[in-house]
Nanobody
């Protein structure tokens, strides 16, 4: 299973970006998916997650600005819409997915390689 993030880049404060996380490989189902971020010199932190039923949760620092969602057509794609970006949002953003590879397999967590988001003031 491979996760590929895309959509990062350089944006001015107040701007928006949409990150995508696409899973590929042998996948029976994807359960929880989460976005994390890691800024230089800081620990990786949870930004947002979404359950199979669509329940979402967000870090306090991004509530009201970020939205995590699944692509209803492409069951293996999850998005992170980021609005009203701030310089403090600058980090490498990673997605993590809990995947059942084949029917009967135990779920396993996979990480993407990350995508850089830089917000200038």
């Amino acid at each position: 299973v491979r996760l590929a993030e895309s959509g990062g880049g350089l944006v001015q404060a107040g701007g928006s970006l949409r990150l995508s996380c696409a899973a590929s490989g042998i996948i029976f189902s994807i359960t929880a998916v989460a976005w994390y971020r890691q800024a230089p010199g800081k620990q990786r932190e949870l930004v947002a997650d979404i359950t199979p039923g669509g329940t979402t949760d967000y870090a306090d620092s991004v509530k009201g600005r970020f939205t995590i969602s699944r692509d209803n057509a492409k069951k293996t794609v999850v998005y992170l819409q980021m609005n009203t970006l701030k310089p403090d949002d600058t980090a490498v953003y990673y997605c993590k997915a809990r995947v059942i590879g084949r029917l009967g397999d135990l779920p396993r967590d996979y990480w993407g390689q990350g995508t850089q988001v830089t917000v200038s003031s």
